[in-house]
């Protein structure tokens, strides 16, 4: 076989190998364009779901009384798999942290929404209601050990000595009467109230403690800060840079 024979096949193989070379480099690249867009350390099971990224938003907006604001964070929840019952849940849980009128005007918010989306043509899953809740001493021992599992020791101090109504009502309404209805976990308890406090000047240390219980009940830093991002993203500046200097103090 002379040269000019064996040119053309040669040549062909070149242009084979160069264009797979290119391929390879084009891969890479694309590759290494989405490592740099995503956050650093993420992978798939650090990330909130669509559904726990809209919760605290709710409670954001629910604590600073923004009703507009509240409104498309609902449409949004709903949108993402948030159940009715969940929705009414992150709502009725907001009493123990903005009040009763906070709750109260958030709930007929839902309700406003529920009946528009409804309007559309848009069903909305109910979910489930909560299981049954003890009562008496029952709930108040139910409560103590749902308060030390989250804080991750018994609490006790000045303070509840000084007032035990608050210690009582703490362990017996918030991490008893709340914490026992089993139509929203726990991490979804926490992602709603570290929106609301971080939605609320004046509360920082309390929020620094619920970014505590959200790691106690096995939220990540990086899941959090997808939390400020979110707010963020939705308007809540303040709140979210009460979430990123809360994460700043903890680590």
């Known amino acids: 076989m002379n ?5 053309k096949p040669l040549r062909r193989l070149a242009l084979t190998l160069a264009a797979a070379l290119a391929l390879a480099a084009f891969d890479s690249a694309l590759v290494a364009s989405a490592l740099a867009q995503a956050p650093a350390g993420a992978n798939a ?3 909130l779901s669509a559904k726990q990224q809209a919760i605290a938003p709710i409670g954001a907006a629910t604590a600073a009384g923004d009703m507009p604001r ?12 948030l159940t009715v019952s969940e929705a009414k849940e992150i709502l009725v849980q907001m009493y123990a942290y903005a009040g009763f009128p906070r709750s109260l005007n958030g709930l007929g918010e839902l309700m406003k929404v529920l009946e528009a989306r409804k309007q559309r043509g848009v069903q909305d899953a109910a979910g489930r209601d909560p299981g049954p809740v003890p ?23 000045p ?7 608050i210690d009582e009502y ?5 991490f008893g009467a709340l914490f026992a209805r089993d139509n929203l976990d726990w991490q979804g308890r926490e992602l709603a109230t570290v929106g609301a406090l971080a939605a609320m000047p004046g509360v920082e240390s309390q929020l620094q403690s619920h970014i505590r219980f959200s790691m106690n009940v096995g939220l990540t830093a990086a899941q ?5 991002d979110v707010l963020g993203q939705r308007g809540q500046a303040e709140a979210a840079a009460r979430v990123v200097a809360a994460l700043e103090r903890q680590s």
């Open 3 to 7: 040269s000019t024979t064996l040119a």
């Open 159 to 165: 303070l509840f000595e000084f007032a035990p109504a």
């Open 224 to 228: 959090l800060r997808q939390v400020a």
């Open 45 to 47: 099971a650090q990330l």
């Open 135 to 157: 009562t008496g001493q029952a709930l108040l021992a139910l409560g103590t050990a749902n308060q030390t599992r989250l804080t991750g020791s018994p609490v006790r101090g």
């Open 170 to 174: 703490l362990k017996s309404h918030l």
């Open 70 to 81: 509240l409104n498309a964070a609902l449409n949004q929840g709903l949108d993402a798999g």
